[in-house]
């Protein structure tokens, strides 16, 4: 069952994200955490995030501007290192609390608050229209791309940042998109290499599911490259609250 719902999860939100960049991870990782614990289902939602963006980057990838990805993907993969260390340490973290409910022994830990907390909040402002308006300066591409890398590193949630910083450098809407998906191929590999070493030796990859998960998520990138076509970068903006 969980293999039907993580892959259909997956293709609605790869088509949509592809307008915006971001979302992919904010949609997926809730899903997956219900049928796994938290730190295997921000692994296995980053697997799938890379392959996605592999995916795209055939797609799109020559569009990509060569200078943005140098002044915001650099910082961007230094700074999800110290992301995906910070997941790991407070992976490692004990219990804060623990409680027994319908029979069954439960346990709040730093890491599952961290990462709930995060979930709520991204969510909270991606829905709002003034977050998704937000554009910044292409000065701060530098310190965007550390916030983007950090919270990428983190929890997986570093479309929005990386949007929200990407939207005033200048970038047509192929560019656009194409920058914002190498730089999340970078920060991916970045933090695939963390995760790989805390979780060797500590819990199984669910292969099936990364590579079903990883086929819908194709299709949904597929059908929205398709559709990219059709839209000016205004109107993808106007994707944001729904991304």
């Not at 200078?67 to 997941?87: K, M, N, Y």
């Not at 407070?90 to 409680?99: F, G, K, R, T, V």
Request: with cysteine; charged share 15%; aromatic share 12%.
């Amino acid at each position: 069952m969980e293999i039907y719902i993580v892959s259909i999860t997956a293709f609605f939100a790869s088509t949509l994200t592809l307008f915006s960049g971001f979302g992919l991870g904010t949609l997926l990782m809730p899903v997956v955490a219900v049928f796994f614990p938290v730190e295997v289902a921000i692994a296995v939602t980053a697997m799938v995030h890379l392959a996605n963006n592999l995916f795209k980057v055939v797609l799109l990838g020559k569009a990509a501007d060569r200078s943005v990805l140098l002044r915001f993907g650099i910082p961007a993969v230094a700074a999800a290192f110290i992301g995906a260390l910070v997941l790991g340490w407070l992976s490692d973290a004990p219990s804060l609390l623990e409680y027994t409910a319908f029979g069954r022994v439960h346990q709040i830990s730093l890491l599952k608050l961290v990462v709930g907390t995060l979930i709520l909040t991204f969510v909270g402002l991606e829905l709002m229209p003034w977050f998704s308006a937000i554009a910044l300066d292409r000065k701060y591409l530098p310190f965007g791309g550390v916030i983007s890398g950090f919270f990428g590193g983190l929890s997986g949630h570093q479309g929005a940042f990386r949007s929200m910083f990407l939207l005033k450098a200048g970038l047509n809407k192929e560019a656009f998109v194409a920058t914002g998906v190498m730089v999340a191929v970078m920060v991916d590999i970045s933090r695939m290499l963390i995760y790989g070493r805390d979780m060797a030796g500590r819990t199984s990859v669910e292969w099936p599911l990364v590579i079903a998960a990883s086929a819908c998520a194709f299709i949904g990138a597929y059908s929205g490259k398709k559709l990219l076509r059709k839209v000016t970068i205004r109107e993808s903006r106007s994707w944001y609250p729904y991304c």
